[in-house]
């Protein structure tokens, strides 16, 4: 069966208002002890798996569950057993379920038997909350987890739908982050142990994923299946940065990019994704706009501190082998850290949560009449995915236009207008890259390969302008500050005119492509954009 859970973390001043709120609710408390169970190579964990045999209260539960964020597959059985003698994991209590099925399947496989990882030991607080749209479980988990000498603790509360609408989730989620100053986390503890037992405290940056639009033509799938990947990569890194145990530069850059894969998609599906997310909100509708201008402006909140991390691990390097007399590295212009930012009210109410009401809802969205209707003559996948293609490829298409137009005049580009040019590429290929299965395979790859590079030296030009602007500000407190200023100018030649190489290049592929998309696509309507321009 799906289970569907939202985790939110609790700071330690909200945990005696969480537990008053319970006790009203009609609190039952029961300790849980676990130990979680894989392969030595921990093949369970990389396909998003956990098997774990816990005692709840008087009784041994084992579970498995499969898949990552809010919806997961579960499937538990209680097992037979003294309170003192751990029960020994069966594969064959989950026989018949899909994920007991991949779970026999990978033991098979492995050549050494599953063994314990890691304990979870910590007391449940849990009470049913009943509303008009769904009944859900309240649970207040306080212990630890344990991987030999290493403990990490748990201080966390999980919402799980018991009944009702899985929209409705986010409603109580929303209620309990703006009372309690909660915030979204959806690591599971299996996936906090795994990281423990390895000696790990800190998870992987969460990359774009690859979308696949073959098997299914319509845009309301191929919305979904996009969103779905910009809610991963945008809650995974997300999660990390507001947790306690600290986080990477690298999961603030993929959280950016997560953030403008976003907006692009927005754009790119154009007034797509306004129907699908109808109905989505809890006190009031959730609109793309409103998601599109929150993740605008964490991203720009977030740009400084990304900006300081180029300026340390890039440039700063490359000033002390010129022998530069260092000042103090300029601080970020932001006063708000990544993790404050990140549990802040109004990014976990407005955008954390409401991209999982947005996911939620359309996965569950159907074809319009319109569009099926459209679809309707076509007699295969190809066929019908004639009308998804032809619409996402106009879009595209402009953009491209746009583009190559805006690059023409590079010579004569301020540094701001060079920045925007390379945010149009940017998205650009991240369009290109969600509409990848439609379009021309050939052209495609060589035109994601040009434009890659085209956003790397328009970045690195960028990167220099950012350096050379902070150092100019700091000549009033440190003159010595002013051979960086003469040596990172001295760089802005050359990084120009790889600038001017890579958008030549990009030229030439972007018309071979532009070509291709047009002896290819049928003409569609007329498209008019319903969110303006990324600022």
Known sequence: MAEIEIKLQVPPAAIAAIVEDLRRLGVQRTRMRAAYFDTPDSALARQAMAWRVRREGRRWVQTLKAGQGVVREEHEVIVPGPARV??????????????GDRLTATLDASPDAAREHFRTDFIRLSARLRTRRGEFELSLDRGQIVAGSMRLPICELEIELLSGSPIAICDVARRLIGRHGLWLDLRSKAQRGHLLARGEAIAQPVSAGAVSLTADPS???AWSRVIDDCVTQIIGNASQIAADEGFLPEHVHQLRVGLRRLRTAIRLFDGVGEETLAGAGGAGTETTQVLDTRAGALARALGSSRDHDVMAQVLWPRLAQAGAPLVALPPPSHEIPPPSLLRSRE??????IGLIASQQQAQRQKPTRRRAASAAPSTSAAEGAEPTAAS??????????SAREQAAAFDKLTPEARHRLRRRLKRLRYGIEFARDLLPERRTRALLKSLARAQAAL?????LENAIAAYQQAVAEDPSAWFAVGWLSAQRP?????????LGRLERVARNWGRALARRSPSPARHRPAIPDQP
């Open 347 to 352: 990014v976990q109410e407005d955008l954390m």
């Open 494 to 502: 050359s990084v120009l005119e790889d600038c001017q190489q890579s």
């Open 86 to 99: 751990w029960p020994t994991p069966d594969p064959a209590y989950h026989r018949g379920s899909p994920a």
């Open 392 to 401: 996402l490829t106009a879009v595209l298409r402009r953009w491209q236009r």
């Open 219 to 221: 845009l309301e799938t």
């Open 459 to 463: 970045g690195s030009a960028n990167d």
